[in-house]
């Protein structure tokens, strides 16, 4: 097994946090590989940037801003990927005219690499999310949402490799309870898969059958609740060999990914921008010849 000791470094620190029993550790820049991730969530359909007399976030945001950063980052390095975790749809009369096409079409031009889905995506019903799939150049990966007796069987899939510079990053997604959020006539026959138990399952085969370097989750579960309903949190601290969870659903603005300890006591990254386009996160993995990983992590204003 590749499962390696790995560093967490914010931005601002100097000191690092040791994960999986280092305090620290030291290498040659020559001797590594970097691999970006770049990530977006609750998007909303916010195309353009918000106004210049808006209270909060003015001038901020917007598609054309965020596909100048992307390609700059992409230019510093190529091995650089870009996702999505959900609620892609919902929240300007874009969505209201175009119904996610218009949505789907720009992501595209930004070569998104890969989306998991939200329960607002399905707010013109799974017909519509269906409908607008063709204008999307990048897969859905979903593993815990069950479309067998629905439009979208076969049309997204429970996990996926990427390989950069040969690491091999392995994604899967994982969507929230639709019962009681979203309307059934929307959803239709859509069966919730148990997120925990999903999760154990994709990891393995990342794991163990892809012998994947990293693994990532695509996450709409929401960062933290009261109570024992399943959020980020919660499934890192009782899931194993997830490195990155990328957020959604609950609009939190981390300036910097929070460490938790999953059931193995090893440390797994959970990361989330907000909303409305107006953060783009950017997460820095850096791996040497033994598989020993460091990582940063910053919230990057767009």
Not at 96 to 105: A, D, H, I, Q, T
Not at 121 to 140: C, M, S, T, V
Not at 212 to 223: A, E, K, N, Q, R
Request: glycine share 10%; with cysteine.
């Amino acid at each position: 097994m590749k499962r390696r000791n790995f560093i967490w470094q914010t931005s601002a620190a100097t000191a690092f946090v040791g994960i999986g029993g280092l305090s620290s550790l030291s290498f040659k820049p020559a001797a590594r590989k970097h691999i970006t991730i770049l990530h977006t969530n609750d998007v909303h359909s916010h195309i353009e940037p918000f106004g210049p007399n808006d209270p909060r976030n003015a001038n901020m945001g917007g598609v054309a801003r965020r596909a100048t950063l992307v390609e700059k980052i992409r230019r510093e390095n190529p091995n650089t990927l870009l996702f999505d975790a959900g609620d892609i749809f919902q929240g300007t009369p874009y969505f209201n005219f175009y119904g996610g096409e218009l949505e789907f079409k720009l992501m595209s031009k930004m070569k998104y690499d890969a989306a998991t889905i939200g329960n607002h995506d399905f707010d013109n019903g799974i017909d519509g999310l269906y409908a607008q799939l063709p204008h999307a150049d990048f897969n859905f990966i979903s593993s815990n949402y069950d479309f067998s007796n629905t439009v979208l069987d076969g049309h997204t899939l429970p996990l996926q490799v990427f390989t950069k510079d040969g690491v091999k990053i392995g994604i899967f997604g994982l969507g929230i309870e639709l019962e009681g959020l979203v309307n059934r006539k929307l959803y239709k026959e859509t069966k919730y898969l148990d997120p925990v138990e999903t999760a154990q399952e994709m990891t393995r085969r990342l794991k163990e059958d892809e012998q994947c370097d990293l693994v990532v989750c695509l996450s709409h579960l929401g960062y933290k609740y009261n109570g024992n309903k399943i959020s980020d949190l919660k499934l890192a601290r009782e899931t194993e060999n997830i490195d990155l969870i990328i957020g959604g659903h609950t609009h939190t603005f981390l300036d910097k990914p929070t460490i938790e300890t999953n059931k193995a006591g090893k440390k797994v990254l959970v990361n989330q921008v907000g909303c409305y386009g107006l953060y783009l996160g950017r997460i820095d993995f850096y791996l040497d010849s033994n598989n020993n990983i460091e990582a940063n992590g910053v919230k990057i204003t767009v």
